[in-house]
Every structure is written in structure tokens, then in C-alpha cells.
Nanobody, 117 residues
Framework: QVQLVESGGGSVQPGGSLRLSCAAS????????IDWYRQAPGKQRELVAT???????NYADSAKGRFTASRDNAKNTAYLQMNSLTPEDTAVYYC???????????WGQGTLVTVSS
């Protein structure tokens, strides 16, 4: 059972930046991919970014050029750097980890990001 703890959410003005963190309870050696999802009020959860075990990344169109996903395997922590934030980025952000051995998916509790002036 992998436990994930997100942090770094908060309130920011449009154009601002935030960096989210996702700390895992076990070694990242056992984690295949880290996905970042978000869910805005009244909307479905959507995939925002993915970072693989070797650091390859993929982004939703809405995140390309503004968000950067990364992982520090030595610290068992993944990051989502978010720049040029807009009110449309307001959502609860979740990280999700897929086990390398079982392909089971685990979820964090989520962290709220609010972008408003």
C-alpha cells in the first residue's frame, strides 16, 4: 500500500505560480508513473500531467508550456510546477502513483489550488 501526501496548494493571483509536491511512503523505485489529476467544481477529474519512472513527461493541452512535472527518486517525491496560472486552473489537484510490480494505482488526498484576483 503506497501512501501519497500532496502539499503546496493554496491561493494565488492570476499569472502566479505554485509548486505542488507529492511525497510517497515507499521508494520511488517501486513506482512506475506519477500522474497529476485535477477536479474543478462540477467537473470530471482530468489528467493534467504524467511523469514516468525515467522522467519522461506528458501533458494535457491545457498544461503544455505552463506546467512542469518532475520527480526526485532519491526523495520519493514528485512535483508539479505550475506557472502562468489562470482562474480556469482552480481545482483540487491529486497525485496518483502506479505500482511498478502490481500496476495498482494509489491516490493522494488532494490539495486545493485557487486562482483568483
Amino acid at each position: 500500500q503506497v501512501q501519497l501526501v500532496e502539499s503546496g496548494g493554496g491561493s494565488v493571483q492570476p499569472g502566479g505560480s505554485l509548486r505542488l509536491s507529492c511525497a510517497a511512503s515507499e521508494s520511488f523505485f517501486n513506482i512506475w508513473t506519477i500522474d497529476w489529476y485535477r477536479q474543478a467544481p462540477g467537473k470530471q477529474r482530468e489528467l493534467v500531467a504524467t511523469v514516468t519512472h525515467i522522467g519522461l513527461t506528458n501533458y494535457a493541452d491545457s498544461a503544455k508550456g505552463r506546467f512542469t512535472a518532475s520527480r526526485d527518486n532519491a526523495k520519493n517525491t514528485a512535483y508539479l510546477q505550475m506557472n502562468s496560472l489562470t482562474p480556469e486552473d482552480t481545482a483540487v489537484y491529486y497525485c496518483s502513483a502506479t505500482s511498478r510490480s502490481t500496476l495498482e494505482r494509489f491516490w493522494g488526498q488532494g490539495t486545493l489550488v485557487t486562482v483568483s484576483s
